[in-house]
């Protein structure tokens, strides 16, 4: 099972990568549009989960291994 797991997350890994480097840059307005939505995005995401988790844990960001 972990071996599997690995591969998928190699495989995503490879597809992400390719996709990057195929696809060309977005121009400045659509960079600073897409980057704001994100953030907007990751704010309304935070506000929803930290109710549920309650005071105890709070939302950090990505801790990683």
Do not use: C, Y
Request: hydrophobic share 45%; charged share 25%; glycine share 10%.
């Amino acid at each position: 099972m972990e071996r599997d797991v690995g591969i998928s997350i190699e495989m995503l890994a490879v597809f992400v990568r390719f996709s990057l480097t195929t696809n060309p840059s977005l121009l400045e307005p659509a960079q600073a549009a897409g980057l704001l939505w994100g953030r907007k995005l990751r704010q309304e995401i935070s506000d929803d989960i930290e109710p549920r988790v309650g005071a105890r844990v709070r939302w950090s960001g990505w801790q990683g291994s």
